[in-house]
């Protein structure tokens, strides 16, 4: 427990090394690494308050830059800000943040700013289980507004938005001409619609674009009981319009907390994920068990084929897993 | 197991009596009823090729009507035919199924008919379950094609596409011209859009609708390798189109069968059941582990006020379950 004392003292310093270290801890394939994260985690105890917005959008609309505007200003309001990703294609393994060094120049250098990439992961499931230990840690660690990023288009966006309390989606004006650019369900999840690039030669198009998406929005029931999604433009590249966004997301937080829909979805959120992280790990152990592992290969098979039914494969499964003869290997 | 041999002889031998049995001992909430259930399937085998057939819609498009009028169709083609209901809200307890003999007055007199209302649950993924279940009982005693049909609007709808081979989602013209009426997601589901009621005064906003969602599909993406969803007109009452719609359904499955995407598509729901219900025991276990429920208050309320990561809290619950002291109660 020498380590986690350590960790846990230079974390509470501020000190960015015991930070990175934790992180890769709770990233960790093997299990007494993850199990030293988590009693760091414990040790911190409760974080102050924060704030914690998804940011989703197709490629190329710009959410780097945005970043990089929005990060610029939420440091400027006296916070400190934390970067996550989530990329389950991405093949970066723990430590290696040249990417996203390079994608955000300016905050990868501020003291105020954290930046880490996506945890390497071969399924959404388990990215997102690393991120939201991830994001327990910096929040600990002081930083008081986590940007959580989704690169590509998928299900990443509902997982954001799962462990956020505000969801901003960015769309360029070329995508925003043509609603198809984008997954309809991920217009619903959000609380800000950002059409950025709204400068030169595309300043039109961005005018176009945010009326077709506020129409839109008018068409969807609302999210939230105490907001109603907007949409607003900008151009991150010249840091227009973003001071304004950052400001609707304060008057966000406020009413929501207000209303206390804020907190209610918070403790809806941390419920999801204790029952999502017991279920993650109890069918680990149970796909890692001898006995299943041996009848699985057939079992599985017999079920997809169709002369087996499910429930009745499943019942062998558990069975075999309860009886507990060879521990898992 | 004298139980089980006569119910396996009775269902073979095409008895109403020992099916509707095994029905409601798959459906019962006692673990040994269930387990006489899963013993009769397991001796059954693998039914002869069958449809599975999901019929969704908003309150009033005439999803009985249509089913009516569709299972008349289905049994002059030579086929038996079931049908199930998927309604979590339902409060009926197994065996009473008058609300269905006189929504279906035709169909529930037919001896190739066997109509099965919802299983009473509380939770849409045990009423799913228990869906599932009856599913393979009447495909195994010989009925060949299934309509699942759902009741309200909702998750039901998703839970339906997730066990059938075909979503037709019925609309009525007055539903028609207003997009809100039904969740997006929904539409995207659908294989088959059918604009009910086009008849009488309606017939011409049935047409405008028919072409609105015709529109509205093309947007999407396609569901299918093999097919692009159709949008087609009828009026259930008169039995006006429905032939056509049975027709199309045929040709629907053997596109599907032809191309490999049906088999593809069955085993890929299989497995998905096979992992749903496994997680579904393993979780019953957990939380009726004496331990478990005895830690569990404290961990959830710690966890939805912020002060314990879900990670932590999570691991505690797994342990305590796999110290296994103090078997289930």
Known sequence: MADVDALVAGIRAGARRPLARAIT???????????????????????RDTLRIAVSGVPGAGKSTFIESLGAHVIASGHQVAVLTIDPSSAISGGSILGDKTRMATL??????????????????????????TMALVEAAGFDVVIVETVGVGQSETTAASMTD????????????????????????????LINKADGDLKAAA??????????????????????????????????????????MREYRSLMIDSGEYEKNRSLQARHWLWQETTDKLVDLLKGHTQVKAELPALESAVESGSLAPSVAADQLVKAFMNMTGESS
């Open 166 to 193: 505000l969801f901003t989606l960015v769309l360029a004006p070329a995508a925003g001409d043509d609603l198809q650019g984008i997954k309809r369900g991920i217009v619903e999840l959000a609380d800000l619609v």
């Open 108 to 133: 990868s250098k501020s003291p105020e700013a954290y930046i880490r990439p996506s945890a390497a992961g071969e399924t959404l499931g388990g990215v997102a289980r690393r991120t939201r230990d």
């Open 207 to 248: 005018g176009r674009a945010a009326s077709d998406y506020a129409n839109a929005q008018r068409l969807l029931r609302p999210r939230r009981e105490s907001w109603s999604a907007r949409v607003v433009q900008c151009s991150a590249l010249h840091d227009d319009g973003v001071a304004d966004i950052w400001n609707a």
């Open 25 to 47: 801890l709770a990233e960790s394939t093997r299990e007494d690494h993850r199990a030293v994260a988590r009693e760091v985690l414990a040790r911190l105890g409760k974080p």
